[in-house]
């Protein structure tokens, strides 16, 4: 079994700008990094389409993503995404009928700070490829949701189903 895995930003893969204070992307994704800490070790194959925090995402970056996915020969897309608007792009992919197994993956926290979420929700989206059926999901805080059945709770700081 092949997956795709397509990398567009999001907080997954900022970091820590110890000159400004800010959060910024660097060179390039840990999502590689994370995997082979993971010990993931099945077909892969990786593309970075942008990155780019989601709040900054439009249309024509979702065309973007929408049209790596169709052109994809794999059935198995993981699109690495920021949590802001994760639900919005779903909703675009949807949109535009897709046969594969997408799941947007992201984190609330960075990967490279203590206490992050990231691997566990790429863990928990790696995990549930192999198993769901057709469809677009979300994988976040060890649950995966269909992508019209979840909300992210901003007061909380989870997704959480509606």
Do not use: C
């Amino acid at each position: 079994m092949s997956i795709k895995v397509l990398i567009t930003g999001g907080t997954i893969d900022k970091r820590y700008n110890p000159i400004n204070g800010q959060l910024i992307f660097g060179d390039g994704s840990y999502i590689q990094d994370m995997l082979k800490d993971g010990r993931y070790g099945y077909d892969l194959s990786f593309e970075t389409l942008f990155l780019k925090d989601s709040l900054d995402m439009n249309d024509g970056d979702r065309e973007i993503i929408y049209q790596n996915i169709f052109s994809s020969e794999e059935d198995k897309i993981i699109l690495t995404h920021g949590t802001d608007s994760m639900i919005q792009t779903a909703s675009y992919l949807a949109d535009n009928s897709l046969d594969k197994t997408i799941i947007l993956v992201g984190a609330m926290v960075p990967y490279k700070f203590k206490n992050s979420d990231a691997l566990f929700n790429l863990g928990t989206a790696f995990g549930a490829i192999k198993i769901l059926e057709q469809g677009i999901y979300i994988a976040m805080n060890g649950e995966i949701f269909r992508w019209n059945e979840v909300y992210k709770n901003v007061d909380l700081g989870f997704f959480q189903r509606l």
